[in-house]
């Protein structure tokens, strides 16, 4: 009952990450109730982040230039690679303004259960930079989860092979604001492990 | 640190219902890294609903064709017609599937704090219907909020005017699988007054 092209709009937005059959439904006529301000304007906006926003051919990060923004400032540290899962993880990092090196974004971590390999990552291009030399350290940068954590020790095999001595990873304990009461047991003794002296 | 592009569609995603700044970051992300299946497919359908879909400009539904569907289905009774607040709840109602005559999308409710007058609202052209003659009963839709109420009100006494007798709204009561420990007392009482013999 519903007319063809709004269904297939529905399926789209539908299927976004946090958005359900529902929502979907509600996203679509928001748009269609305000056409000049919302759904040509996004129509047109996700035209152009098409055709100009691409993966840096260096770091994998998002940006319209090639090498991004990242790449190309001369006020950061090349000796420095953080490598991360995502861009998201990227942004998060840079959110904090605390590291000026360069990143390095893998794309995925390895996992058996969704058949993600080596080769399915931006693994060659992250050896390829440090066989290039001029670099200093490695920081690892991904999620404290199993199939993140897999990857760093991977990751960091074949960092060796290459002749990279310093590889690091975050520190582990407890998040500011953080009470100890809620905290799993694995923070806990991470960062009793850890402590250091006042 | 976000490109412009990038940034533009970040904010135009983060205002559509039910997203915000976070969500539209993730959706942005999520975009780029599906190109073909999700951002190109979501950037044409946009665009075909744009030039596509549009307005009834006799029941104000959302449709490819003007009159709509619904409005063109010769086995819908046109002597009835149902007014809506929106297309949403037009759509509630044809998943009933109990209801086969005609529609009317207000396009609103009466709302002196968000500014809303009777102008605002798609209800000359309901008039108009009315005058044409053929409309055996309106069938007030209207959500049974404050607003909705008043706005229910208001179009019944504009309907007397143009000579509309048979006017009904949505009947009150305990919802399918309601319990009553957990219901408010305007809808109890209300069930209670409309009671009816077994």
């Not at 999620?143 to 975050?170: C, F, K, M, P």
Request: aromatic share 4%.
């Amino acid at each position: 009952m519903i007319s063809d092209e709004l269904k297939t709009l529905i399926h789209l937005l539908s299927k976004l990450p946090g958005l359900g059959p529902r929502s979907g439904k509600r996203v679509a006529l928001h748009l269609l109730q305000n056409r000049t301000t919302t759904l040509s304007a996004l129509a047109e906006s996700l035209q152009i982040v098409k055709v100009k926003v691409k993966e840096c051919t260096v770091c994998g990060n998002l940006d319209s230039q090639d090498p991004c923004f990242l790449c190309q400032d001369p006020r950061r540290d090349t000796s420095f690679i953080c490598v991360v899962e995502s861009v998201a993880d990227l942004w998060a990092l840079e959110r904090t303004a605390s590291f000026k090196g360069h990143y390095h974004v893998l794309g995925g971590v390895l996992s058996a259960l969704d058949g993600v390999g080596p080769e399915d990552l931006r693994l060659t291009s992250l050896l390829h930079r440090c066989q290039r030399g001029g670099v200093h350290e490695i920081i690892l940068a991904l999620n404290a989860t199993v199939e993140g954590q897999t990857t760093s020790h991977y990751i960091t095999e074949r960092l060796r092979e290459v002749g990279i001595t310093h590889i690091s990873s975050l520190a582990r304990g407890v998040p500011v604001g953080g009470e100890l009461d809620y905290l799993d047991e694995g923070t806990l003794s991470a960062a009793l492990l850890s402590r250091r002296g006042v």
